[in-house]
């Protein structure tokens, strides 16, 4: 993979000139020194392979993924809504190819033909059409094109639609994470989860809690996963792409926690606590740990509420409990509640 390539000790003398790239995201800015330019390319099979090409320069202070450039002669690339409308710059569209390079159809798929190949609404000759990507993407400022993630992985959680890509894109930038891959799991109740899967650095201590408070510094909390699996490697296809059906069950063996279980320091931690351990039949609760991830969902979110609404007097909305898994979090939001309706009365 590109990725491991550019972390290489490259010597100065080597012969290597450049080095392209291509059928898989790239998730890192090349580090400074590299002896070679890296130039990511995109583009899907319908369109001979290759669509967008640009040089990735060092920078490893940019957040975000690394650019896939701009449209190589006789392309064009159209960012567009589901109305065929082109999008803002900055906002997140569906990529439509066009130009000399693009496949006239598939054989003997009409079908399919129809969905993917449409009529260019911007083509300048009679029956002109552009093809529909699946891959999602934004118009950066200096006209390159950020690669963002395939509409087929959109995410739908409690109403809010995620790209993993997004998540992956902040996630491997917290320190100790060589990379990650990021897909929706349901647990035995049925409920959706996001989960990260993580393979750290050789050097790295990764916790719980502190990668949430990392990406809750560049996420929206819906977007930050309830739990991280650790993995040696991610698991990869003949393709060399992230095998997502080879990906474990999350379990408490191979599941990232937190090395130092933090008590309740206030009293309404330590009823919170005390609550969260009889619903989920285990002895110790720390104010950091997870209620899903210790084995909770919505049923038993629901009898968190009613135990709250006895213990005190306040009625939880049950969103609360997926916004603020933790005994923490929702401590927070119930002192928050207590002192509303004390300014109430």
């Known amino acids: 993979m590109a990725e491991a ?32 330019v890296l130039v990511n390319n995109y583009g899907p099979t319908e369109c001979t392979v290759v669509a967008t090409s640009g040089p990735v320069p060092p ?36 990529v439509h190819i066009a130009g000399q390079g693009l ?17 260019n609404p911007f083509g300048r000759t009679p029956g002109e059409q552009m093809y529909k990507t ?17 509409i087929d992985e ?10 993993p890509e997004e998540v992956v894109m902040a ?12 897909v929706a799991r ?22 719980h809690n502190s990668l949430q408070r990392y990406l809750k510094r560049y996420l929206p909390d819906y977007m930050v996963p309830a739990a991280f699996v650790r ?32 008590g309740p320091s206030t009293p309404v931690e330590e009823r919170v606590v005390a609550i969260l351990a009889e619903l989920l039949g285990i002895e110790q609760v720390g104010v950091n740990d997870n209620f899903f991830f210790l084995g909770g969902h919505s049923l038993l979110g629901t009898q968190l509420i009613a135990r709250a609404r006895d213990s005190f007097g306040i009625e939880l909305p049950l969103r609360t409990v997926f916004d603020s898994p933790t005994a923490s979090q929702l401590s927070v939001e119930i002192e928050r509640m207590l002192r509303h309706r004390s300014s109430a009365d």
Request: proline share 9%; with cysteine; glycine share 10%.
């Open 186 to 207: 349901k647990d035995s109740s049925g409920d959706t989860r996001l989960i990260a899967y993580v393979v750290p650095t050789l050097d790295a201590t990764l916790t």
């Open 59 to 94: 920078n490893e202070n940019r957040n975000g993924l690394p650019p896939i450039g701009r449209p190589i002669d006789n392309f064009q690339i159209y960012i567009l809504d589901g109305h065929l409308q082109p999008v803002p710059f900055g906002t997140v569209g569906e």
């Open 5 to 36: 390539l550019i972390t290489l000790d490259w010597p100065r003398e080597t012969a290597l000139r450049l080095l392209l790239t291509g059928g898989d995201t790239l998730h890192h800015y090349p580090p400074a020194g590299l002896p070679f």
């Open 134 to 150: 699946g891959d999602l993407a934004r118009q950066l400022a200096d006209g390159q094109i950020a690669f963002v993630g395939r």
């Open 231 to 262: 993995l040696p490697t991610l698991p990869t296809g003949a393709s060399g792409k992230v095998d997502r059906a080879s990906l474990p069950i999350p379990t408490p063996d191979n599941t990232i926690g937190d090395e130092v279980r933090v």
């Open 154 to 163: 959109q995410i739908k959680i409690r109403g809010y639609r995620i790209e």
């Open 171 to 182: 996630l491997d930038q917290c320190y100790g994470v060589e990379s990650s891959v990021v």
């Open 103 to 119: 496949a006239r159809g598939y054989l003997n798929r009409p079908d399919l033909n129809t969905a993917k190949f449409v009529a």
